[in-house]
T-cell receptor
Framework: DGGITQSPKYLFRKEGQNVTLSCEQN?????MYWYRQDPGQGLRLIYYSQIVNDFQKGDIAEGYSVSREKKESFPLTVTSAQKNPTAFYLC???????????FGPGTRLLVL | AQSVTQLDSQVPVFEEAPVELRCNYSSSVSVYLFWYVQYPNQGLQLLLK??????LVKGINGFEAEFNKSQTSFHLRKPSVHISDTAEYFCAVRRKNQGGKLIFGQGTELSVKP
């Protein structure tokens, strides 16, 4: 089946710890995105990548980092600098940067 | 700057009743418009999109939306809802020729009661 997978489904972070969220797609899409979802605020763009080995900051990139070493993978690291990381994180991809975005199932990050 | 406003945060409705979820946007340039649905603890699923052509767009699960350029609106409608339509619905816009950045509304929680 083609699609976008995110793991883990739930992730717990201790204070001062960096954690990495996985996003993999087998749709052969060039562009990938990370969004953060908080209750009542819709989705906000963290980072996006139009092509392998290239990525740009979105609206709320502080405290996050990404890499795009392979076309199918776009991991997101939530660093200790992100003081309010509790949220639902959604990965998306699109065939090209101007094409329709499709979303993965999400990862819920909780702070211990 | 673009913005998207979903005018109702919660919409309760009885099963088999019609429903309209309202979305207004502001943009100085032409946009593409989208509606996504999110079931609890899941990702977003594309319901429908307006790129060009007919202003009445039909999507999955019996939903449709109408693009009204003069009122800068893209309201979502369904003539008869089911319990299974209970979910959160997001309106989103993207500027034409400006890349892939989507701007989302705050979401509307549709609650269908028996």
């Amino acid at each position: 089946d083609g699609g976008i997978t995110q793991s883990p489904k739930y992730l717990f972070r201790k204070e001062g710890q960096n954690v990495t969220l996985s996003c993999e797609q087998n749709l052969n899409h060039d562009a990938m995105y990370w969004y953060r979802q908080d209750p009542g605020q819709g989705l906000r763009l963290i980072y996006y990548s139009q092509i392998v080995n290239d990525f740009q900051k979105g609206d709320i990139a502080e405290g996050y980092s990404v890499s795009r070493e392979k076309k199918e993978s776009f991991p997101l690291t939530v660093t200790s600098a992100q003081k309010n990381p509790t949220a639902f994180y959604l990965c998306a991809s699109s065939g090209g940067f101007q094409e329709t975005q499709y979303f993965g199932p999400g990862t819920r990050l909780l702070v211990l | 700057a673009q913005s998207v406003t979903q005018l109702d945060s919660q919409v309760p409705v009885f099963e088999e009743a019609p429903v309209e979820l309202r979305c207004n946007y502001s943009s100085s340039v032409s946009v593409y418009l989208f509606w996504y649905v999110q079931y609890p603890n899941q990702g977003l699923q594309l319901l429908l999109k307006y790129l060009s052509g007919s202003t009445l767009v039909k999507g999955i699960n019996g939903f449709e939306a109408e693009f009204n350029k003069s009122q800068t609106s893209f309201h979502l409608r369904k003539p008869s809802v089911h319990i299974s339509d209970t979910a959160e619905y997001f309106c989103a816009v993207r500027r034409k020729n400006q890349g892939g950045k989507l701007i989302f509304g705050q979401g509307t929680e549709l609650s269908v009661k028996p």
